[in-house]
């Protein structure tokens, strides 16, 4: 079975940091990840993208986290990064790793997963 796993998620003051990393494994050998990225949501709210990143490293961005936030990708590693700086109340929700295309010894495994989700909470 293809899954994420989320790692990074925690607590911190405004104007602090925090990075978050999602890892892709499979019992087969990962060939290729089309695009990762990090989603959230916070209470009562959707869920709204982030961070987005394809195989070939081009980025979107939500308007809200453009300049503070930076994403990374380590394909040798099927790992995706979320560098967080500058946090602020609003930034506050579950946040949620997600790849699609997955390929897995060369055939297409899965169109579209998610990660467990991994909680960051901003304080004063």
């Known amino acids: 079975q293809v899954q994420l796993v989320e790692s990074g998620g925690g607590s911190v003051q405004v104007g602090g940091s925090l990075t978050l990393s999602c890892a892709a494994s499979s019992s087969g050998s990962i060939s290729s990840i089309n695009s990762m990225g990090w989603y959230r949501q916070a209470p009562g709210k959707q869920r709204e993208m982030v961070a987005v990143?394809?195989?070939?490293?081009?980025?979107n961005y939500a308007d809200s986290v453009k300049g503070r936030f930076t994403i990374s990708r380590d394909n040798a590693k099927n790992t995706v990064y979320l560098q967080m700086n500058s946090l602020k109340p609003e930034d506050t929700a579950v946040y949620y790793c997600n790849a699609d295309r997955i390929y897995v010894r060369g055939y297409i495994s899965v169109l579209d997963i998610w990660g467990q989700g991994t909680l960051v909470t901003v304080s004063s």
């Open positions: 990143m394809s195989s070939g490293g081009k980025t």
